[in-house]
């Protein structure tokens, strides 16, 4: 008898544990929304290698290396800036860099939050939250949060919707 009890005392577990593997989740498609998404709905993991081509670009961009941000942005690409400008094309990108970027110092940088995601519509993106402190040539540092999304075709950055939160201290 006080063999059989361990052994019990395992079955349970174990048909407890593949209960819990085997439930359903929840289908997003089963959900009746208050809003219909008017660009696409049903998102999946897409690549985790765009996920690196965006790092690739951050890190260009806090070593001050344009042309290695140049390599990864597409000839058309167009970023809806935080502020509510529009930049068109990789050239013009790349001179916002220069002119903004060369005049600042990115510190303490991190992503918090960076997932590769595709649209039913086949388009593929990455979201990443990241923050740094930003340094400025008089010394002052303020830190700086931004929630991006990216669109990748092609292996290139070809789109971009940019949202940054400045915290007070």
Do not use: R
């Amino acid at each position: 008898m006080k063999k059989l009890l361990p052994l019990a005392i395992i079955v349970m577990f174990i048909s407890c544990t593949n209960q819990e593997a085997e439930q359903p989740k929840s289908d997003s498609a089963t959900i009746d929304k208050l809003f219909k998404p008017t660009y696409t709905d049903n998102f999946k993991i897409g690549n985790p290698e765009n996920i690196l081509l965006i790092e690739n670009m951050h890190q260009g961009m806090i070593s001050k290396d344009f042309e290695l941000v140049g390599e990864l942005i597409d000839e058309n690409a167009v970023f809806y800036m935080e502020d509510g400008a529009t930049i068109q094309g990789k050239q013009a990108m790349l001179n916002f860099m220069e002119a903004n970027f060369t005049q600042i110092t990115l510190k303490n940088y991190s992503v918090g939050v960076s997932i590769a995601v595709v649209g039913e519509n086949g388009d593929e993106w990455v979201l990443m939250w990241d923050t740094a402190d930003i340094e400025t040539p008089d010394g002052n540092t303020q830190k700086v949060d931004w929630m991006d999304a990216f669109q990748i075709a092609d292996g290139k950055i070809v789109g971009m919707n940019g949202f940054v939160k400045s915290p007070k201290d």
